[in-house]
């Protein structure tokens, strides 16, 4: 199991220790670095930044927002992106949800999220094979353009820059077994939000039929620290602010997700209190056996113990959250 490490995005400003932790984790060994977006810092500008500081380390995007950029523009930015780093970038997606597609981006949520997500894939994929022009007669991507309020004009392009690696990797974030399984179908691999090494039963049917090389690499808060309970906190607020505000009362992926993992009445409470207004209480709803799961929390034995459960399963990488340089040292010592 390789390590990665997720930088996630950027809060009130920039995050100004990312390029000293993605630095140190290439020096430790690690295999990858990822960057985020949800609507405020972009993905590929810090990417970017830590690819010019960076001479190894493998760069992925977890995740870019499919609804921030079309297909076409996101494989210019990966191509561009693979070129400068000497082929070491790494593109994952995601389709977001309707309060950020709708709410953000002002563009409406895909009736057919699989089919939206299919189409995608597979305009990335042609600009990046680079075989001939780009064309898809699709229904929520046509290359060229054939709505009704088009001129009619456009015509099938190629890229003008010839990709570096026509199989540059594709990697879909996705919580619903449907979307999973479609991701073992037509990507490189799977970036899951929430994984729980002691729940296989909650993935086992949606990537039964992932091919051999499939990557499966969920991200984990990492803190080595003396007291468990204080270090779950930070897990928990995020818990707390996924769950309870990152979607519709009616409509969360993310609190679907954990009531799929065992949680249900706890996910619907975190709900309830969060869109009340009471996030404080939101966060403290959120079940300490819920983030400790998912995360590697405490002192270095204990963190050591549980780390043999993320590599007795399916995963690949484990692309570790840590704010501090101590953790990573620790699991790159711990995983050797």
């Given at each position: 199991m390789r390590l990665g490490l997720a930088l996630g995005y950027w809060g009130r400003e920039p995050t100004r220790d990312h390029l000293d932790l993605a630095v140190e984790a290439e020096?430790?060994?690690?295999?990858?670095?990822?960057?985020?977006?949800?609507?405020?810092?972009?993905?590929?500008?810090?990417?970017?930044?830590?690819?010019?500081?960076?001479?190894?380390?493998?760069?992925?995007?977890?995740?870019?927002?499919?609804?921030?950029?079309?297909?076409?523009?996101?494989?210019?930015?990966?191509?561009?992106?693979?070129?400068?780093?000497?082929?070491?970038?790494?593109?994952?997606?995601?389709?977001?949800?309707?309060?950020?597609?709708?709410?953000?981006?002002?563009?409406?949520?895909?009736?057919?999220?699989?089919?939206?997500?299919?189409?995608?894939?597979?305009?990335?994929?042609?600009?990046?094979?680079?075989?001939?022009?780009?064309?898809?007669?699709?229904?929520?991507?046509?290359?060229?353009?054939?709505?009704?309020?088009?001129?009619?004009?456009?015509?099938?392009?190629?890229?003008?820059?010839?990709?570096?690696?026509?199989?540059?990797?594709?990697?879909?974030?996705?919580?619903?077994?449907?979307?999973?399984?479609?991701?073992t179908r037509i990507a490189d691999g799977w970036l899951p939000l929430y994984w729980s090494p002691t729940r296989l039963d909650a993935y086992r049917a949606a990537i039964a039929d992932a091919p051999k090389d499939f990557v499966i690499a969920p991200m984990a808060r990492a803190s080595v620290c003396r007291d468990v309970t204080e270090g779950l906190l930070p897990v928990k607020a995020m818990l707390g602010f996924y769950i309870g505000g990152m979607g519709h009362a009616a409509r969360n992926f993310h609190a679907d997700l954990m009531a799929r993992m065992g949680y249900e009445e706890q996910a619907r409470r975190i709900q309830q209190l969060f869109l009340a207004g009471r996030r404080a209480e939101a966060v403290r709803a959120v079940p300490d056996s819920f983030a400790d799961e998912i995360s590697l929390v405490g002192p270095k034995e204990r963190i050591a113990e549980r780390l043999e459960l993320w590599r007795s399963g399916p995963v690949t990488d484990l692309l570790v959250t840590a704010a501090d340089l101590h953790t990573l040292r620790v699991l790159a010592d711990l995983n050797s």
């Open positions: 020096r430790l060994g690690y295999a990858s670095v990822w960057t985020a977006e949800a609507w405020g810092s972009d993905a590929f500008t810090p990417l970017t930044w830590i690819a010019a500081h960076t001479s190894r380390i493998r760069l992925g995007t977890a995740i870019a927002q499919m609804a921030a950029r079309t297909p076409t523009a996101t494989a210019m930015h990966a191509l561009t992106l693979d070129h400068l780093s000497g082929g070491r970038m790494m593109l994952g997606l995601g389709l977001s949800g309707p309060q950020v597609v709708e709410g953000w981006y002002g563009r409406p949520f895909p009736a057919s999220p699989l089919t939206a997500t299919r189409e995608y894939v597979d305009v990335v994929r042609q600009v990046l094979r680079r075989e001939a022009p780009v064309n898809l007669a699709g229904r929520y991507h046509s290359h060229p353009y054939a709505g009704p309020d088009g001129t009619g004009l456009g015509r099938p392009l190629k890229a003008i820059t010839h990709p570096l690696r026509p199989d540059l990797p594709v990697l879909l974030g996705a919580e619903g077994p449907k979307n999973i399984a479609q991701t």
